[in-house]
């Protein structure tokens, strides 16, 4: 008889320790996200859902339509929140040079923000406004776009997640990480979500996989520069689809090349361009 209740104290304790250690989401056992960031066909991510388009304004919804025309369908979306807890697309602290406002960001209520209008990235004033996340999901779920979500300082990690669930669209966005801590967290809060993460060298691609991520639930963001055809290597061997952020002295390079070196990159083994220049990857390699 003892021993009989000492197993039943047992059994309560294993359970007890179970249901705490359990995720607070299931997650179901097929998402389509995975099928679609690890595809054979290579993917051209917008940065700041396009930039250096004259009359788009970056972080635009109408500049996210016209990509998306143009065969664009996934976006790198910068969020942040509003003084009133409104989530919406903007990458600055300060209004200047996206806006035809002055002064911080910081402070302003969505109603305040909205009533500016978009500037392109050469001055040009817009009739566009600032968009809300809602608003951006709801089209993407409309036109069947993905998104890498890039969460801006201070905002709330749970807030955006849950925008996501609430727009059904667990399955069409990768949600960027910068640290080894972001992405655990990340991922403990959205397990059935694609996380983007840092893996520029062989250091940090170890630290992640010492995580409890399941690699098909990774993106390798490989940083900005060329790093060793090893850790391509590497990553393929693991199926890690390989982000490469050509955006900035990449995108330039390739631009003076005549736009020749995004084949080179993807023979490579790069399965994403986080580009500056989507429809010119577009054309190279569409």
């Known amino acids: 008889m003892k021993n009989r209740y000492i197993l039943i104290l047992l059994a309560f304790l294993c359970w007890n320790i179970a249901c705490k250690d359990a995720p607070e989401y299931q997650v179901e056992e097929t998402q389509a996200n995975t099928d679609y960031f690890h595809t054979n066909n290579v993917l051209i991510s917008a940065h700041r859902g396009g930039s250096g388009l004259k009359n788009y304004p970056e972080n635009c919804l109408e500049t996210l339509k016209y990509l998306d025309g143009k065969g664009i369908n996934l976006f790198e979306v910068d969020i942040t929140q509003t003084s009133d807890n409104k989530l919406v697309l903007f990458h600055d602290d300060h209004l200047e040079r996206l806006t035809t406002g002055n002064g911080s960001a910081k402070g302003k209520t969505a109603e305040d923000l909205r009533e500016l209008n978009l500037v392109d990235d050469f001055g040009n004033e817009t009739p566009y406004k600032i968009p809300y996340l809602e608003d951006v999901l709801k089209w993407g779920k409309r036109n069947n776009t993905y998104f890498m979500i890039d969460f801006k300082r201070g905002v709330p990690f749970e807030d955006v997640i849950d925008l996501i669930r609430k727009e059904k669209m667990e399955n069409n966005v990768a949600l960027i990480s910068y640290t080894v801590p972001q992405a655990e967290k990340l991922h ?12 520029r060298n062989h250091e940090e691609l170890n630290k992640i996989l010492d995580t409890n ?32 952020g050509t955006l900035g002295n990449l995108d330039k390079k390739a631009e003076a090349g005549g736009d020749k070196l995004y084949k080179v990159w993807r023979e490579q083994g790069v399965d994403i361009f986080s580009t500056d220049r989507p429809l010119e990857v577009y054309q190279q390699l569409k």
Request: hydrophobic share 45%.
């Open 188 to 199: 403990k809060l959205a397990p059935e979500m694609m996380i983007s993460v840092s893996a």
């Open 213 to 244: 991520i399941p690699h098909n639930k990774m993106l390798a963001f490989t940083g900005t520069r060329l790093s060793p055809q090893s850790l391509f290597d590497e990553l393929k061997k693991l199926k890690i689809p390989i982000n490469l």
